[in-house]
């Protein structure tokens, strides 16, 4: 499995609690790239968890999504994104700066997201709201290709090895 990255580009990780989104972020883009509302949820509250910090810490998240994209750097968002009208927003968004969005998306089994998710060790999300999430996920699977991303790239169980490369993009909008 090869993906391919413009330099810049919006990066949205689409996926269940448990799919492997922020594994997958670590393994292939820099520290400073990836934007992870858990990481906002614990900043401004010191539980990654507490869904009652999630509304600032989106706000705070799209601060630094914006911020970047305006410097023509890539942000990686690393959230659920299972919303059709989150990820119109963020495409909308980097559309502005004429930056390509790029999706990369779980979609594997629903036995995978659980399997993974109630066997992490730091924080396990309730079984029924990755239920929810699964059927959200089927839901935007289908929506995905549709919704006028440059690219999507859907990982699929058994896709062991993800080759990430990273490309120049043209000159549209960057020498201007
Ligand atoms: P992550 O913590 O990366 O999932 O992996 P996530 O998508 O970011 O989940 P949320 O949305 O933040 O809740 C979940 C577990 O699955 C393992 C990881 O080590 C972690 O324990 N994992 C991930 C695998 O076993 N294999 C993989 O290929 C990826
Ligand atoms: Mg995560």
Redesign the pocket.
């Known amino acids: 499995m090869t993906i391919t990255v413009p330099e810049p580009a919006l990066v949205l990780l689409v ?1 269940p ?8 972020a670590h393994a292939h883009f820099r520290r400073s790239e990836v934007v992870s509302s ?1 990481a906002m949820r614990e900043m401004l509250s010191g539980d990654a968890a507490d869904q009652g910090a999630s509304a600032e810490a989106f706000r705070v998240l799209d601060i630094i999504v914006n911020g970047r994209l305006r410097r023509r750097l890539t942000p990686v968002v ?1 959230a ?1 994104n299972l919303r059709a009208a989150n990820r119109r927003r963020y495409r909308r968004l980097a559309a502005r700066y004429g930056i390509p969005t790029v999706v990369i998306a779980f979609d594997l089994q629903a036995e995978t997201y659980q399997r ?2 109630s ?2 060790v730091d ?1 396990i ?1 309730p079984e029924p709201v990755v239920a929810d999430h699964i059927d959200r996920m089927r839901a935007a699977v289908e929506e995905l290709r549709g919704e006028g991303h440059a690219a999507v790239y859907l990982l699929r169980d058994g896709d062991s090895h993800v080759d990430l490369t990273r490309q120049a993009s043209d000159a549209a909008g960057a020498g201007s």
Not at 17 to 24: E, P, Q, Y
């Open positions: 996926g609690a448990g799919a492997g989104k922020s594994t997958f858990d690393d659920t993974r998710n066997g992490r924080r999300v």
